[in-house]
């Protein structure tokens, strides 16, 4: 298996995947499928989406080898977050 090496600035790298995202993906997904990931090549802007994040990357891998894989969940603006959420009603 060959490992991909970024082709871009890891400023340049976001930018791509979140234009990509609000662009082309976000006006196609639905309320319904909230929480899901995207995995986006932010190159050819193809990408997969799946509940279970390793399998959105490995279908796109599957298909793009080299795929500059931007990952995203639908309605966020990120992908994870660390940390505690202020105001979320649980203790």
């Known amino acids: 298996m060959t490992v991909?090496?970024?082709?871009?600035s890891?400023?340049?790298f976001a930018r791509l995947g979140d234009e990509v995202y609000e662009r082309d993906i976000a006006p196609r997904v639905e309320a319904a499928e909230a929480g899901k990931f995207v995995a986006i090549d932010?190159?050819?802007?193809?990408y997969e989406m799946d509940r279970d994040e390793l399998l959105a990357m490995n279908r796109l891998l599957a298909r793009i080898a080299d795929a500059q894989v931007w990952l995203r969940r639908v309605g966020s603006r990120?992908?994870?977050r660390i940390g505690s959420r202020r105001n979320s009603g649980r203790p």
């Open 4 to 8: 991909s090496k970024p082709r871009y």
């Open 78 to 80: 990120c992908a994870h």
């Open 42 to 46: 932010i190159e050819t802007g193809a």
């Open 10 to 12: 890891k400023e340049e």
